[in-house]
């Protein structure tokens, strides 16, 4: 069955720092790939996504993830945080077939002035 | 353009209680799926549908019920609510039931029940 794994709960990072966001799958075939945002109070908002080819894939608000096939990770990254960066972020599988989205539990970010 | 709307935006309710919780999409988009959200588990499917008169049940479906008797509408019924079902409820829909859809999200529907 696939899996998706966030394994921080919680991650403090200070404005301006660099931020990695950890995401493994355990998934068969290809997976669909997704990260979403979530602010407090809100619904989830797509960041990016990766389904083949380039295997660094831009998204919005500055951010960007790799796939890395070998260790079954699509890691979440930017560069300089900003406060409204703090949110609950989601990595998420689609299966091919039926579109259902299996989340990870979340990653919740707070940013430090 | 509104996207999706969720109704009601919070509740309170009673154990034993029906409840219908309200999804309407103004994006045309052929498929919509409910999750509930719960601390520390993220997010969890509870039924889908790929087109208007169609449904599936999705990871956790017990205790809900849904119908998509036209493409805008997607309502998620309780018939007898159980204080389990306290919960965050998200509305999404995508264009299609494909893994390449992105699916968009409504606000949420925060549900109590005591």
């Known amino acids: 069955a696939q899996s998706v794994t966030q394994p921080d709960i919680h991650i403090t990072v200070s404005e301006g720092a660099s931020l990695e966001l950890r995401c493994n799958y355990s998934y068969g075939a290809t997976p669909y790939l997704f990260w979403y945002v979530q602010s407090p109070g809100q619904g989830l908002q797509l960041l990016l996504k990766y389904f083949s080819g380039d295997t660094l894939v831009q998204g919005i608000k500055g951010f960007e993830a790799e796939f890395k096939r070998s260790q079954s990770s699509f890691n979440l990254r930017k560069p300089s945080v900003h406060w409204s960066d703090a949110a609950e972020y989601f990595c998420?599988?689609?299966?091919?077939?039926?579109?259902?989205?299996?989340f990870g539990k979340g990653t919740k970010l707070s940013v430090k002035p | 353009i509104a996207g999706i709307t969720q109704a009601p935006t919070s509740q309170i309710l009673a154990a034993g209680r029906r409840m219908t919780l309200r999804c309407t999409q103004d994006?045309?988009?052929?498929?919509m799926y409910w999750y509930r959200q719960d601390l520390g588990l993220g997010l969890r499917l509870i039924h889908y549908?790929?087109?208007?008169?169609?449904?599936g049940k999705g990871e956790v479906p017990d205790g809900y019920s849904v119908s998509r008797a036209n493409t805008d509408d997607f309502p998620l019924t309780l018939a007898s609510a159980v204080p389990s079902q306290t919960s965050v409820y998200f509305c999404a829909s995508s264009v299609a039931p494909t893994a390449t859809d992105t699916q968009y999200f409504g606000p949420g529907t925060r549900l109590t029940v005591l």
């Open positions: 994006m045309r988009h052929n498929a």
């Open positions: 549908s790929n087109t208007a008169g169609t449904t």
């Open positions: 998420a599988v689609r299966r091919g077939s039926q579109g259902n989205l299996i």
